[in-house]
């Protein structure tokens, strides 16, 4: 495979994977991929009851577009199908256009997961992999613990057998809950909540059984009880109905300008959770493998996925964390245990669908109830509470909105609070005043005992000078300038400037400016090389002068003491250089250590 033109293994990226699979491997990936699509059977069925669509499209969604991602991603252990979060974002989103389940809220879903995949090839394919660092991990905790409570609650109708409205927020469903609870069905709550404990049972005293599949056929059976004893019309017990034992028939989207008009916020906001939570579990279980994950491969198989699924009667997929760690913890080695699984779940479904024929609506509520407490990551969020306010704020603000506005506006708010803090850190870069301290036994601060030089100004900035920050270092530097307005003369170290845009090297100019007007001038050192060329290619070097630039801080003292006002310099008590001893009027031995910089202030 090394000798492939790099062309052909960026169109199947696959290739860069392939000469790891042996008979051995295979073995392992096999059994892992069947082991996945066991779980993914009572995952695809419960995440589709979620999304308000038909539940055999939570088992298609798990079929084409696993073997999609798995061969086109990046990750080895990743797998890709139905997940919760989007199955919430995709009910509450197109629940307002169409009645769940109908045909038309069908079709909109599968446009819906067409416009997804198209973004996340675009994504990729303008290498924007990293955009996902941009969002906070706490966008994605009070999300998805924003989604879970709405779970919970979209399921009380299930799981108590009462009359609720379709559709409304948090405190509408709550308000006709408590309405209904003198009509609660005590058959219906016994089927729920029978199967809600045998499924905590099972987690908690025997966690190698698949608790989902034992809590649904305990409360299959349980129904069948009660409706042979006492009766389907006494009971009211409702089932979901047989799934149809065929492979995932063909569809399309429907790419009609209105549909792609009212879509276009909630594709855009579904494309960048699925796009966080795939990519943060394939890098997860990387730095668990040792193995390297591209963001961009991954954006793009995401998206071919999704495109794929739009035509495979699959809606929205992603990363699948249970799934994927569940993969990982099987031993799986390649991608094809992902292909596997996929391709299991087609013979699986062929013999078992029609047996959800005796799944009742409580059971598959018990089911999502245990689903949604499990997606509330109590301890992450102690942690983020604890740890930081301004993570606090962002989980607090996307939980609140996720419950009490609309689902997907809660991602762009907890996206934008990310962003904002992002760039309010690094729009406000430190600024650092340096003083030289003679004495050798101690370091001096600039406070009152400390004596800088009365002419040359030392600063330290530590941060990217773009236009988001040039106002900050501007007005810092000013601040200095009021502190001591006869230090004309400033040096600049430039070690901690990783990045000088248009803007940055403007307003070094207008300093320089500033300074040389006042009789001074503005000097740099230990500039790195990118900076360096970016200030070369933008004008500011040539305006400052080559020989401004020193390489070291004792390279540029030495030069710049040479320059300033002699005659100060010799009737100066500060002396706060080694080089002030070449002035005739010292009382300083000739030979002094060159003292260190130490941080003195910092400007604010």
């Given at each position: 495979m090394d000798r492939c033109p790099l062309w052909v293994i960026q169109l199947f990226p696959f290739l860069r994977w392939w000469p790891r699979v042996t008979n051995r491997t295979l073995r392992i990936d096999f059994l892992a991929g069947l082991t996945g699509a066991v779980v993914v059977l009572p995952q695809g069925v419960a995440f589709a009851t979620i999304a308000g669509m038909p539940p055999e499209y939570g088992l298609y969604a798990g079929m084409i577009p696993a073997i999609i991602a798995a061969l086109y991603g990046s990750s080895w252990h990743l797998v890709s199908g139905p997940t919760t979060a989007a199955?919430?974002?995709?009910?509450?989103?197109?629940?307002?256009?169409?009645?769940?389940?109908?045909?038309?809220?069908?079709?909109?879903?599968l446009t819906l997961t067409f416009m997804v995949g198209v973004i996340e090839i675009v994504l990729g394919a303008v290498r924007l992999g990293t955009l996902v660092n941009f969002i906070s991990h706490s966008v994605v905790v009070g999300f998805t613990a924003g989604a879970a409570v709405l779970i919970i609650a979209k399921q009380l109708k299930n799981f108590f057998g009462v009359e609720i409205p379709r559709g409304g927020n948090l405190p509408e469903i709550l308000h006709h809950f408590f309405q209904q609870i003198p009509n609660i069905n005590p058959y219906v709550t016994g089927v729920a909540l029978l199967t809600l404990l045998s499924g905590v049972a099972v987690k908690r005293w025997w966690p190698r059984l698949p608790y989902m599949i034992v809590a649904m056929l305990v409360g299959s059976v349980a129904a069948l009880?009660?409706?042979?004893?006492?009766?389907?019309?006494?009971?009211?017990?409702?089932?979901?109905?047989?799934?149809?034992?065929?492979?995932?028939?063909?569809?399309?989207?429907?790419?009609?300008?209105e549909n792609l008009q009212r879509l276009a916020p909630t594709a855009l906001a579904v494309t960048l959770f699925a796009l966080t939570e795939a990519v943060s579990i394939g890098r997860a279980l990387a730095t668990r493998s040792g193995q390297h994950i591209d963001g961009n491969q991954e954006f793009i198989g995401q998206g071919l996925s999704n495109i794929a699924g739009s035509f495979f009667s699959g809606y929205v997929a992603t990363g699948s964390f249970n799934r994927s760690g569940l993969n990982f913890q099987a031993g799986a080695v390649t991608p094809l245990a992902a292909v596997f699984a996929g391709g299991l779940l087609m013979g699986i479904v062929l013999l078992v669908a029609p047996l959800a024929a005796y799944l009742p609506n409580a059971?598959?509520?018990?089911?999502?109830?245990?689903?949604?407490?499990?997606?509330?990551?109590?301890?992450?969020?102690?942690?983020?509470?604890?740890?930081?306010r301004a993570e606090t704020s962002i989980l607090a603000t996307t939980l609140l909105a996720a419950l009490f506005l609309e689902l997907e506006f809660s991602i762009f708010l907890g996206v934008m609070l990310s962003l904002m803090l992002y760039l309010n850190r690094t729009s406000r870069p430190t600024v650092v005043?340096?003083?030289?301290?003679?004495?050798?036994?101690?370091?001096?601060?600039?406070?009152?005992?400390?004596?800088?030089?009365?002419?040359?100004?030392?600063?330290?900035?530590?941060?990217?000078?773009?236009?988001?920050?040039?106002?900050?270092?501007?007005?810092?530097?000013?601040?200095?300038?009021e502190r001591s307005p006869e230090q004309r003369h400033v040096l600049l170290v430039a070690a901690g400037i990783n990045f000088v845009d248009l803007a940055g090297a403007e307003m070094l100019e207008r300093e320089a400016k500033s300074?040389?007007?006042?009789?001074?001038?503005?000097?740099?050192?230990?500039?790195?090389?990118?900076?360096?060329?970016?200030?070369?290619?933008?004008?500011?070097?040539?305006?400052?002068?080559?020989?401004?630039?020193?390489?070291?801080?004792?390279?540029?003292?030495a030069s710049i003491v040479a320059t300033l006002n002699q005659e100060r310099c010799a009737h100066c008590?500060?002396?706060?250089?080694?080089?002030?001893?070449?002035?005739?009027?010292?009382?300083?031995?000739?030979?002094?250590?060159?003292?260190?910089?130490?941080?003195?202030?910092?400007?604010?």
């Open positions: 199955s919430v974002v995709l009910f509450s989103s197109l629940s307002v256009y169409a009645e769940p389940g109908s045909a038309d809220y069908v079709a909109l879903a009880a009660l409706n042979a004893g006492v009766g389907s019309e006494i009971t009211g017990i409702v089932t979901i109905g047989a799934l149809p034992a065929s492979l995932p028939p063909l569809s399309g989207p429907g790419l009609t300008l059971a598959m509520a018990g089911v999502l109830f245990l689903v949604a407490w499990g997606l509330i990551d109590f301890k992450n969020i102690a942690h983020i509470i604890h740890s930081s005043s340096l003083t030289p301290s003679g004495d050798e036994r101690r370091l001096s601060h600039m406070d009152a005992q400390a004596q800088p030089c009365p002419q040359l100004g030392i600063v330290r900035v530590d941060g990217s000078l773009f236009f988001g920050a040039v106002s900050h270092v501007q007005e810092s530097l000013r601040k200095q300038a300074l040389r007007a006042a009789g001074g001038d503005l000097y740099l050192c230990n500039v790195k090389p990118r900076v360096e060329e970016s200030l070369r290619r933008t004008g500011m070097l040539a305006y400052l002068g080559e020989d401004h630039v020193y390489a070291t801080k004792k390279q540029a003292i008590t500060v002396r706060s250089f080694m080089e002030c001893s070449r002035t005739p009027h010292t009382d300083r031995p000739q030979e002094l250590p060159f003292p260190r910089l130490v941080d003195a202030a910092i400007v604010r």
